[in-house]
């Protein structure tokens, strides 16, 4: 879940991988916290990206209803 998490997070997927990013990226580190296995490093690096790609959506957003794209 937490390698997969980064790939979304790096991928972006046009935004949906974004999201999954962060989905998935939270169940890591839930499951790691349960668990005590390793990968909280990369679940944390999803989430940051998927945090991120939904950032620069919001901007895009913002930027075309203000009509400046």
């Known amino acids: 879940m937490a390698v997969a998490s980064m790939i979304l997070g790096i991928l972006w997927l046009y935004w949906i991988g974004s999201i999954l990013a962060l989905v998935f990226g939270y169940v890591a580190r839930s499951?790691?916290?349960r668990t005590?296995?390793?990968g909280n490093g990369m679940a944390i690096a999803g989430i940051v990206l998927g945090w991120v790609?939904?950032?620069f959506l919001v901007i895009v957003v913002i930027a075309v209803a203000a009509g400046t794209v």
Request: glycine fraction near 44%; proline fraction near 0%.
């Open 31 to 33: 499951q790691i916290r």
């Open 36 to 38: 005590g296995e390793g």
């Open 53 to 55: 790609g939904i950032g």
